[in-house]
């Protein structure tokens, strides 16, 4: 079920941007593709987490990690701009690892709101993406985005990430 939920979200993607445009059906006084790119969002932010007993946080191998250091230099390298750009994101969103599939390169981006990736690019595919609404943290770390943006890399789940990446790269 998991490999068909997975491919489900990824058929709706291209098609998200014309529901958000054309379509002005309300749910509960929400439109109802800001309620379903939300729904897209975060199915992709749970599978994203993992506690460290399952291996959460454990760096990724292979050819996730290799591509991470072909792209941006090092982990710790990737790290640092992801959290700076969720950081520096104003407002609500989100912060995304993509692979773009037309340049067969890894990329970050952010998007506001609930927009989901596929606003930024028919080619991108999201290996992970990170909740930056104040509900994601904000119980636990008060306004203080950042400090969340250090912690939630203990809880990643590189292991999913690498799988997508496996199976939508060239």
């Known amino acids: 079920a998991s490999n068909t939920s997975h491919f489900t979200l990824f058929c709706l993607f291209p098609f998200i941007p014309k529901l958000i445009h054309y379509f002005k059906i309300e749910l509960f006084g929400h439109p109802i593709t800001l309620i379903l790119a939300g729904h897209v969002n975060h199915s992709i932010f749970w599978k994203n987490l993992t506690p460290v007993s ?12 290799w591509a991470i250091d072909t792209n941006f230099g090092s982990m710790e390298a990737l790290v640092q701009k992801i959290n700076a750009e969720g950081a520096a994101l104003q407002g609500s969103g989100w912060v995304w690892l993509a ?6 390169k890894l990329v970050v981006e952010t998007t506001a ?58």
């Open 99 to 104: 692979l773009d599939k037309e340049s067969k």
């Open 54 to 65: 399952h291996g959460g946080g454990e760096p990724p191998h292979g050819s996730l990690g």
């Open 113 to 170: 709101n609930q927009d989901p990736l596929v606003t930024k690019g028919p080619t991108l595919v999201p290996l992970l993406g990170i909740d930056v609404w104040e509900h994601a943290y904000y119980l636990q770390y008060k306004n203080v985005r950042p400090d969340y943006l250090k912690n939630i890399w203990k809880v990643i789940n590189w292991k999913y990430a690498g799988e997508v990446y496996e199976k939508e790269s060239p």
